[in-house]
């Protein structure tokens, strides 16, 4: 397994720092070091704001932000921050986990006070750069068409119980601007949904302004619906439909599936894909019948662009073997076969003869690894391993020394000294409860002829939960997955240090009655640095 490289490289490391001090274990993250980047102008780069910005209207932190690029050249905590200028400011703290350029964005606070361009300085480390922000009065106009119907008006997106809104929905309206300035123009809520306006106009008369559309309309409101749009004293209305139940067939020719099916076991979180030819969009309910325990359903709206839809699965199997399920949409109907395996035994580390897995590494269809378990045993003391080989393309290749008592699973494995050291330790409990601890014995050693003494320790995280991942052939999903963190402690003095935080730490996934489905490395910021997942597996 690749955990015993990453074991094997990390004991290098702090190989490497043990000539340091002791202490280096027990601090935390170091500044960061770097350069702001900038123009020959001295203007900072990208030089992105966001937001408008008016007279007395606070800044909204989330809206109101500046963006800019760090040049980073040693990760760490970070601050950037500007300058206070006509009553407001902008700031960013964090961590840099990445060296190279980097993009960060600040975050306003204040309520500016006076109109006009607001020149401010953004300071990191020892860099500066410059932004500037335009402040702009309250502005004066009117709406085309007020007070009586909003001319001309141009509604766009679909509009319909259960469709998300999104950037297409939207209205766009002309306004008479005679003050320059900056404008707040929205309507009233009608069937849950509203349209708003905000920005910084020009004088001048039929200017085009788009008001997005927010929120949605509940469940069973169909029809004409008028809206008030309000610019100050001046108003004018548009009409929006709301569509009705859509109307269609659905085509089971095609299904899909993702995840497990077992009998035994619960289906949550798998899925089925068919295809469906909409007539009509609107709200929609596709079911099928209960066959086996388990039924698939479905609702929402389409569009009439839409071209499938994807069937949650419900309840757990009784028994193996295929079966078949009738999808209904109105009077549509088709029919599919879902195939269930065979219970799951017990195990969720199997290693009976023959059973054998494919992983893939970093999301990369060709960096895979084929493992097998050997008929072959081999005995220390007094202890019967099974033996895992190995294929990552160059032949087969011992993976791996595995035994199981009760429910500690066990390791057997060389740690990587100078010489061959070999370490038995338990690498999972499937009988304790979560947030259990342990330790494995502690090894000594030498590494490039420094001393060392290590040992690991691990945790569960979750028991029995269910999940997910997408892997080059497609979505997994597995349940009850026990996910166990390693962690490498290291004897400095008479006292055992955690180095996680300048080591990282492996998290393993292991699926009842299919092994392990996903093992990931983090470094010491808690951020992922390599990760296995499992794309195929055959259990006997």
Known sequence: MRKHIIYFLAIMAIVAVGC???????????????????????????????????????????????TVTVNVDTIGDYVIYTDTVNGYFFRATGIFTTLGPNVVTLRGSGTPFASG??????????????????????????????????????????????????????????????????FAITTDTVAGIWFSFSGILPVGTGQDVVLQAHGGPPTGTTGA????????????????????????????????????????????GNTVQIGVTVT?????????????????NASGSFLTTNTSVTLVANGTATAPGPFTYTVKWGTSICTFVCNFNAPLSNDYFPRTTGSNWSYEFDDIANDS????????????????????????????????????????????????FDTPTWLEYIMLKDNVAVNTTWTSSQVSGTVQAQPLTVRLSFKILQKDVPVSFTTSTGAKSFTNVIIVEEKIQVLVGATWTDATTTFGHIESYYAKGIGLIKSEQFDGTGASSFVQKLRRYQVF
């Open 280 to 296: 009509s969009a609107g709200a929609y309910t596709i079911t099928t019948d209960t066959v086996n325990g388990v039924w698939f």
């Open 20 to 66: 340091q001090k002791e202490t280096s274990f027990e601090t935390g993250s170091a500044p960061s070091h770097g350069s702001l980047q900038s123009e020959l102008t001295g203007d900072c780069l990208p030089k992105s704001v966001n937001g408008t910005y008016e007279v007395g209207k606070a800044l909204v932190p989330a809206t109101n932000t500046i």
């Open 369 to 416: 690894l084929y493992r097998i378990v050997i008929a072959a045993t081999k005995t220390v003391s007094a202890n019967v391993f099974n033996i895992f080989m190995q294929d990552d393309g160059s032949g087969l290749d011992s993976s791996g020394y595995y035994r199981k008592n009760s429910g500690d699973y066990f390791e057997w494995f060389d740690v990587g």
């Open 117 to 182: 361009t607001n020149n401010f300085v953004v300071g990191y480390d020892s860099t500066f750069c410059d932004i500037q922000v335009i402040v702009a009065s309250a502005g004066v106009g009117t709406l085309a068409g007020a007070p009586t119907a909003c001319t001309p008006i141009t509604v766009n997106g679909s509009y319909s119980p259960g469709i998300p809104i999104s950037a297409a929905n939207s209205a766009a309206i002309k306004v008479n601007v005679t003050t320059a300035g900056s």
């Open 225 to 268: 619906k008028t809206f008030t749009v309000k610019l100050g004293s001046s108003a004018c209305t548009f009409p929006v439909t709301l569509a009705g139940p859509a109307v269609g067939t659905v085509n089971c020719g095609s299904a899909v599936f993702t995840g497990t099916y077992t009998a035994g076991q619960p289906v949550a």
